[in-house]
T-cell receptor
Framework: QKEVEQDPGPLSVPEGAIVSLNCTYS??????FMWYRQYSRKGPELLMY????GNKEDGRFTAQVDKSSKYISLFIRDSQPSDSATYLC???????????FGAGTTVTVRA | GAVVSQHPSRVICKSGTSVKIECRSL??????MFWYRQFPKQSLMLMAT?????????EQGVEKDKFLINHASLTLSTLTVTSAHPEDSSFYIC??????????FGPGTRLTVL
């Protein structure tokens, strides 16, 4: 079993829809949770960074962390074709800076 | 967010030659940088952790003599692929850890070994 599970998709939604992405994990030591967006042939770009459980909102993006269920989510509201990319969840313990990544979910937003 | 640059963005070399890739944090000091490799349609695979002023820590299965890492300053780490072979062709990405512990990634370097 992988340490971080993420459905690779692909996920296709119409423009304007809400995109819902999630990851589950097994290591209870994880305390920091991130979502990165990666366009084809580019490096990952940090979207959201959260510590411990709770919600965080930034523009059209909302990240949720539920440590009791070992489950994190990213929601993209009013999705645009420019949101078409691969979304990677990543996480790490409090005492180690190495990240554990999900497999990445490929999202296509249809115009 | 913070900016991390990589150079070159693409490189094509002949088998047996060495290739150096630079990773720079442009607006913050990074005591720790990371080097990743990514195969098509796969997630990032950590190769090594580079700490300023000390030897890099390599992940299991990564040949330290083949992938030489130098982190000579707080804003620069280099990865040298020595005696490159076609199987080393890949997308190499670096990241730099800012003082808050967040990793910011470079744009990546596509290496093709003929």
């Amino acid at each position: 079993q992988k340490e971080v599970e993420q459905d690779p998709g692909p996920l296709s939604v119409p423009e304007g829809a809400i995109v819902s992405l999630n990851c589950t994990y097994s290591n209870s030591a994880f305390q920091y949770f991130m979502w990165y967006r990666q366009y084809s042939r580019k490096g990952p770009e940090l979207l959201m960074y959260t510590y411990s459980s709770g919600n965080k909102e930034d523009g059209r993006f909302t990240a949720q962390v539920d440590k009791s269920s070992k489950y994190i989510s990213l929601f993209i509201r009013d999705s645009q074709p420019s949101d078409s990319a691969t979304y990677l969840c990543a996480m790490r313990p409090g005492n180690d800076y190495k990240l554990s990544f999900g497999a990445g979910t490929t999202v296509t937003v249809r115009a | 967010g913070a900016v991390v640059s990589q150079h070159p963005s693409r490189v094509i070399c002949k088998s047996g030659t060495s290739v150096k890739i630079e990773c720079r944090s442009l607006d913050f000091q990074a005591t720790t940088m990371f080097w990743y490799r990514q195969f098509p349609k796969q997630s990032l695979m950590l190769m090594a952790t580079s700490n300023e002023g000390s030897k890099a820590t390599y992940e299991q299965g990564v040949e330290k003599d083949k992938f030489l890492i130098n982190h000579a300053s707080l804003t620069l780490s280099t990865l040298t692929v020595t005696s490159a072979h076609p199987e080393d062709s890949s997308f190499y990405i670096c990241s730099a850890r800012d003082p808050g512990g967040v990793q910011f990634f470079g744009p990546g370097t596509r290496l093709t070994v003929l």
